[in-house]
Structure formats: C-alpha cells, structure tokens
C-alpha cells in the first residue's frame, strides 16, 4: 500500500468492498512485512482479473505496466509471469522487501520497485495502470500531479485498471484525500473508451469495523 499517499485508508484483503478484514495505512498502525506475507497467496483481486480480460481480449501485451501501491505484490507478479515489464511503485519499504524476495531470477531484470509517494514517481510510458484502494487517499493536488502524468505516459492501446472511492464513502470527509462524485469520476475518463465503470455502494466490514462503502471500478482504454 502507497502509504505516504493515504490518510485513513483501509484496503479490504478480498479486494473488494465487504471483505471481513482490512489494513489500516496509517503510518505506524502495521507491521507492513508482516501484513503483505499475511496476504500472500491471495488471488489477484477481481478488478485486476477484469481488467486482465480486456487486456487480453484486446491482444495488449506483454508491455509495460505501472501497479500504483503494489502492497504484497500478487497483481505484479501476475504481470511479470505473463512476460511483462513492470514499474512497482509504494512508500511502504517492506512492500519492496516482500515483492524482490518473490520475483524468481529470470524476472527480475523486468522489475523495478519505486519506494517514494506515488505522485512523486515519473514513470517510463506504459500500456497498463494499475491501482486498487490507494489513488483516493492522495490529496487532490497530489492526485491531479499523477492523474495528468499517467494520461500523457498512457500509450495507444494501454488501459487503465484503476478504483477510486465516492463522495459518499464513510472517510470522504477525512483531510487531504480525493473522494468523487460520479461527474468529477466521468471527466477523469475523457477521452478515453469505457470498457467498465462500475459503481458500487454498500454497507460492509474493514479494519476499523464496519463502515459504508462508495467506490468506483473503472477499466478504460485509450484507443489513440
């Protein structure tokens, strides 16, 4: 989890809004080795694998990817045993200690883990972005920084596999994090063709107890 880029953040283990338990980002609340090797072996999480169709569906690949706040590692090593190139980013150190200490030999020269916030990082152009419960707990100007660069380094064909959280979700009121109406959600995606944008809104458990979830899947493609 990209931990300088959250507040309260919570990501639910099962990668979706409802799962029994969750992690707290906030810096010092977690063993961060210990609660990635807990998360190994999950499987990667279901917007990842929906995206994955697409990509797959469109005959993208192998390229390069992005995977925003890479946590224990599951959706990059799925990438990098697909034959991709993958640029790993998270604050977190342990995630990178966790990550390098799966990656078998032949892969490695396809890897390159990133420890700094997100919006600092200037990535090489890609073909794929993807993030899960972390672009939201960016402040807005932080989020923006990221958002412009990966639409300028998003190449023709690449796709962005990405979920943001609602204006609704029980933490949009929580300081220096960008939390959207569904408009602000669509303007995000200009320019680009849809191939999901799904809402979900639900009331369901995390780490903090239980709490009310308002989140965005969204697949798109850029297309030129």
């Known amino acids: 989890m990209d931990q300088d880029a959250t507040a309260t953040g919570i990501e639910p283990i099962g990668g979706e809004p409802g799962a029994d338990q969750a992690a707290s980002d906030q810096p010092g609340e977690q063993d961060w080795a210990a609660y990635y090797r807990y998360t190994l072996g999950r499987e990667p999480r279901p917007l990842f694998l929906r995206g994955w169709a697409a990509i797959e569906a469109a005959g993208t690949g ?3 990817a992005v995977d925003v706040g890479f946590g224990d590692g599951t ?6 045993d697909a034959g991709w190139r993958v640029t790993a980013i998270d604050s977190a150190p342990a995630a990178a200690e966790v990550l390098e200490s799966r990656v078998p030999g ?3 020269a396809r890897l390159t883990t990133v420890t700094a916030p997100a919006d600092e990082v200037d990535p090489p ?6 993030s899960a419960y972390v672009l939201s707990y960016l402040p807005p100007d932080a989020f923006a920084r990221l958002w412009a660069r990966a639409r300028e380094r998003l190449r023709p064909g690449g796709f962005v596999v990405v979920n943001i959280f609602g204006d609704r979700h029980a933490w949009a009121s929580e300081p220096d994090t960008t939390f959207l109406p569904r408009a602000d ?8 063709a849809i191939v999901e944008l799904t809402e979900v809104e639900e009331d369901g458990g995390s780490f903090v107890g239980p ?3 308002h989140v965005y ?3 798109a493609r850029r297309l030129a």
Do not use: N, S
Not at 75 to 80: D, I, K, N, S, V
Not at 125 to 130: A, I, K, N, T, V
């Open 62 to 64: 192998p390229g390069t």
């Open 75 to 80: 959706e990059t090593m799925h990438l990098l």
């Open 106 to 108: 032949d892969a490695r």
């Open 125 to 130: 152009p890609f073909d794929l972005l993807y």
């Open 185 to 192: 959600v669509e303007a995000l995606l200009d320019g680009l």
């Open 211 to 213: 709490t009310h979830w």
């Open 217 to 219: 899947d969204i697949v």
